[in-house]
C-alpha cells in the first residue's frame, strides 16, 4: 500500500484522508512531511500558484497537490516544475485513491478538464502545421514501438528519411521526445486505440 504524507492545516481533511489512504503521518510544513518515511505527499493548497511548491518537489516524495480552484496559468509551471498531480478539492474519493497510486507509480495525474489547459490538443491553433499522410505513418508505427530502422523496412524508405519525418513531427506537434508525440497523437485522434 502506498505511504502518504498529508501536509494540510484542516484537520477534517486530514481525518478524511485518514479514512481514505495509508497515512504515514501529517505535518503543518513541506520540509516536516519531506522527512517522513512517504512514497506521495498531498498538499492541502490554497495559494494563488505553486511557487514554493516548486522549490521542494525536486527534494522530496512525489507531491500530488489538492487545490480549491487549480488555475490554468500555473498548472503548466507544476508540472514543469516537478509536481506530479493537481486535483480539485472536490475529487471523489476513488478519484483520490487513485491519483495517489497513480503518483506513486511515477505518473502524472490531472482531472480531464485541466489537461486541454496545459497542452492544446493536436491541430488546435498552438499547433501551426498538420501532420502529412506519410507523417502520420510514420507516428503510427512509433506508437507500435518500432525503431527507425523497423519503419523505414516496413514503409521502404530510408532510415534517413525516417529521421527526417521522426523530425518533422516533433517540431509540428511541439513534443519534446517520440513517446509525448505519441501521447499527443492519441489525444488527437491520429493514432487509433
Request: charged residues 20%; negative net charge.
Amino acid at each position: 500500500m502506498t505511504r502518504v504524507v498529508i501536509v494540510s492545516s484542516s484537520p477534517l481533511l486530514r481525518a478524511g484522508l485518514e479514512a481514505l489512504l495509508d497515512i504515514a503521518g501529517s505535518a503543518q510544513t513541506l520540509s516536516e512531511a519531506a522527512e517522513m518515511d512517504a512514497d506521495v505527499i498531498i498538499v492541502d493548497w490554497d495559494q494563488k500558484g505553486p511557487g514554493e511548491l516548486i522549490e521542494s518537489a525536486s527534494e522530496s516524495p512525489p507531491l500530488l497537490i489538492l487545490a480549491s480552484d487549480p488555475q490554468p496559468s500555473w498548472l503548466g509551471e507544476a508540472l514543469r516544475g516537478g509536481i506530479r498531480g493537481v486535483l480539485s478539492r472536490d475529487a471523489s474519493a476513488r478519484e483520490l485513491v487513485a491519483a495517489v497510486e497513480a503518483v506513486a507509480a511515477g505518473l502524472v495525474v490531472l482531472e480531464a478538464h485541466s489537461i486541454a489547459q496545459v497542452s492544446p490538443p493536436v491541430g488546435s491553433p498552438a499547433r501551426t502545421e498538420a501532420l502529412s499522410p506519410r507523417e502520420i505513418e510514420v507516428l503510427r508505427l512509433l506508437a507500435d514501438g518500432s525503431s527507425n530502422k523497423a519503419i523505414a523496412w516496413k514503409l521502404r524508405i530510408s532510415e534517413h528519411t525516417v529521421k527526417f519525418h521522426v523530425n518533422s513531427i516533433l517540431s509540428k506537434m511541439n513534443a519534446g521526445s517520440r513517446t509525448e508525440a505519441v501521447m499527443l497523437g492519441i489525444r488527437g485522434g491520429l493514432i487509433p486505440l
